[in-house]
């Protein structure tokens, strides 16, 4: 028997356990443990958890951070 994936769905988009969590500078960040309220928690990086108002946007695989806010996720932008 295989466990569901845990998801949560956010305005940027669904967000999954052991998703990988990248800044705006293509650095990682930790990896997705879980959603408390408005951060989510991290592990096995540089953070213990970011505010959800951080994230930019949501690949199939990554949640991408910016400290901008908007929303040129995937769109190649210059900082």
């Known amino acids: ?9 956010t305005q940027q988009g669904t967000i999954r356990k052991g998703m990988k969590v990248i800044a705006a500078d293509g650095s990682f960040v930790g990896t997705v443990a879980a959603l408390e309220g408005e951060e989510l928690m991290l592990e096995g990086g540089s953070h213990e958890f970011v505010a959800i108002t951080q994230v930019d946007g949501v690949s199939a695989d990554a949640v991408l951070l910016s400290d901008r806010g908007d929303a040129t996720f995937g769109l190649g932008a210059t900082p």
């Open 1 to 9: 028997m295989t466990t569901p994936d845990i998801a949560w769905t």
